[in-house]
Every structure is written in C-alpha cells, then in structure tokens.
C-alpha cells in the first residue's frame, strides 16, 4: 500500500488527470447507496410502486434515491471527461489500460440499463423491450434465445428478478476491472500533456495528488449535492414517473441520455440485424483507435486533434438527434453524422502514414 502512494508520477500533470480516482469514488459510493437500497426493495408485486416507497416511506430514502440515480449520471459524464482525455492526449499507447478502461465502461453501460429497468416505469419497459428485442435478430436461434433471456412469453417479474441478481453481480466485476486498470496504470505510468516521458520531471503521488484527488472529490460531492436539492430529476424524463402500461406505448421511446449516442445509430438503420452490427461496429471503433494512431511522434499533432474534436462533435450531435423525430431533416443528419464518425477512423490511419513520411 505504501508503494502505490509512492509512486512516482510526472509533475506536469492537472485536472484532467484527477478524473480516475473521482469515478472509483463515485462507484464506492454507488455500491454503498445500492446496498441501502436493496434493503427495501421489493420486486414481487408491484416494483414500481416498491421503487416509489423508497421516496416516500423509507428514512432518509429520497436521498438514497436520488443519490443513486444522479450519481450515475455524474460518473457517465466523468467517463467520458476521462476518455476524452485519453483519446486527445493520446493515453490509449497503454493498450492494455485502454482496453480495460474499454470493458469498464460497457459494463458500467449494462449494470445502469439493467438498474433503470428495475424501476419498473413506462420508459424502462419500453427500453427493455426495444433493447431484449434485438436478441431476435440473431438469425435461427434469436426467437429461442429471447424467450429463454424473458423467462416467459413476455417481460414481466421473472426477468427483473434476473435483472436485480445481475446488478448485484456486475459490480464485483467492475471492481476487478478496476484493481487491474490501477495495477497497469502504476506499473506502466501516467502520460502527461507533453506526450512526452521525462524520467526526471518526475514526483511521489502522495501528498500533492492525493490532495488534488481529494478535492477533485469534494467539488463532484457538492455537485451531486446541489443537483440533488435544488432539481434531483434534472436527469429523468417524464415518462419516469409513469407505472409500466402493456398496452400502451410512448408516443417517443427515450433511453437515458448516456445511451444516446448508441440509440442514434440503432434507430438510424430500418433493419433490427444491421443496425445491431453496426452498433458492435462503433463499440470496435474504439477499441481500434490505439492501432489506427500509431506514427513517431505522439505530441503536438494539431491534424490528429483536429479530427478528435470532428469525431466528439459527431457524437454529441448524434447524441442530441436521438432525441427528435425520426424524420426530415432529423434523420438525414443523423446519417450523414454517422457516416462522419465512422469515415474519421480509417482517416486517421491515412493521416498517419502520411505524417510519419514527413517526419
């Protein structure tokens, strides 16, 4: 333990380095307000109104509550803070601290869906419904998978009771993700804004960054604070507040805002296998990035930014769009940003090529 508080670190680093260790706090704290939660949660009848007593009935569990949700929002944001980072001071050189990085952030992705479907309201339903439908697109066993996945012919108890025992799961192995993305981190080293590896700019972690961390915690506390007192639904939709219908679908299917960027390119495509291809495919983009940037010199590369900032801004107005109509001139935007982001990755292989001749 003392050997990884002093650990040698480049001095050179700021804020955007303080992200990680904020995000482990944040999964410790939602680890901790999920287990006060599942103290009273009851998914035999009736979850929705199980996930409504929580507000009303239990001590103090409203703010469990809201703690809980908005907290998995917070972090999402400082993931992608975190991968944005790595994608534009070009961290992902640690391959195998990218890829766990990578693989982190697809089961925070599957442990927040499976969470928000065990509210059990309009909105979560649909989603799962939208979502566990893809499975049939699987060709020949899809239809037999599906039912197997649902328990029964449709979705109902038996799939939140496997759902609730997979939240609970899932988490255990994020921690190890977790321990091994440290582990790696510390045995190969922090990068630097540079690009450059100085061996002897370099400083103990403790006491300037963990006192750096430590604040970084406290002003994402007093956010989640703020957010919970003042507007706690500032990250729910309105449909939330609404107990699951069979029989009556929303006018406009909406995932949680996180998932947006994936849902722009699901409802993009008319067919269900297609578009679940292309999704994989936009997961595997990615992952690619190490290989397709591979040139001399790592620093200063204002091309390289360039394109990052194109392929960010493609993912955020993809982002924004999943949220309108799917018609003119939403959807025609919609694709040509798609086609956008993924034109940017064999671009930058191009790009690099082309720069280590230069140099």
Known sequence: MKKMFMIKTPSNIYIWWNIGSSIMMMMTIQILTGIMLSMNY?????????????YLNMNYGWMMRLMHSNMTSIMFIAMFVHMTRGLMYKSFFMM????????MLLLMMMESFVGYSLVWNQMSYWAMMVITNFVSAIPIMGNKMIKIIWGNFNIDIILINRFLSIHFLIPMIIL?????HLMILHKSKSNNPMGLMNKTDMIKLNPIFIIKDMIMVMIIMMMLVNINLVNPFVFSNSDSFIMMNYFKTPSHIEPEWYFMFFYSILRSINNKLSGLMMLIMSIISFMIIPKMNMNKFQSFNPLYKTMMLMMI???ILMSILSTKPVEYPFKEINIIMILTFFSLIPMMKLMNKMSNKLI
């Open 42 to 54: 009851m998914n035999k009848n009736n979850p929705f109104n199980s996930s409504m007593n929580l």
């Open 96 to 103: 195998k601290m990218w890829m766990s990085g990578m693989m």
């Open 176 to 180: 190890l993700m977790s321990m091994i």
């Open 313 to 315: 801004t493609s993912i």
